[in-house]
């Protein structure tokens, strides 16, 4: 079996379950932060739709500088609107599928770099790029996002078995 076939059930149930996460994304509540250190619910959830963007950009490249210049890393901006913030992630999601099914094994082991401002940051094969700095660290957010949707009491999706909201154990 292929890296890409055995990569694409995770990744299509990681999808799945993000999706369902963004889906509970109130507009009323884009600029509630639990913490006056945390990022506004919009923006973690646009981190968490654009992050997939990084997917496609590790298949099809082999660095990223995020200071070309010496100039600061610009984020890419909030969405607007939760329709906005679905289209965003439905598109990533749907570029990033494509580029990991495209991949032969070779090009999963070629190196991939992260720069700042032309210094080298990391170095890693392309499918520890894919999985940890891409998939894994959508998680995390993804995570933060139902503490988030916790704390404003809007129901938690079930993602790996029921949530407190979505069914029971046993």
Request: aromatic share 8%; proline share 8%; net charge negative.
């Amino acid at each position: 079996m292929s890296i890409s076939a055995s990569l694409l059930p995770e990744f299509d149930q990681e999808m799945a379950n993000t999706r369902k996460t963004l889906e509970r994304v109130p507009t009323d509540k884009f600029t509630y932060k639990p913490h006056p250190k945390s990022g506004e619910m919009i923006w973690l959830a646009g981190h968490v739709a654009n992050l997939l963007s990084w997917a496609t950009m590790t298949m099809t490249t082999t660095e990223l500088d995020l200071s070309p210049d010496g100039k600061p890393y610009t984020p890419p901006p909030s969405p607007a609107t939760a329709e906005e913030l679905l289209a965003l992630f439905d598109t990533n999601r749907d570029k990033a599928r494509a580029a990991i099914a495209a991949a032969a094994d070779d090009d999963y082991m070629i190196g991939w770099s992260l720069l700042m401002t032309g210094k080298t940051l990391f170095t890693m094969p392309r499918i520890a790029v894919l999985r940890s700095f891409v998939i894994n660290h959508m998680i995390h957010h993804r995570a933060q996002l139902t503490m988030y949707l916790r704390l404003n009491d809007i129901a938690v999706p079930a993602l790996y078995g029921p949530s407190a909201d979505e069914g029971q154990m046993g």
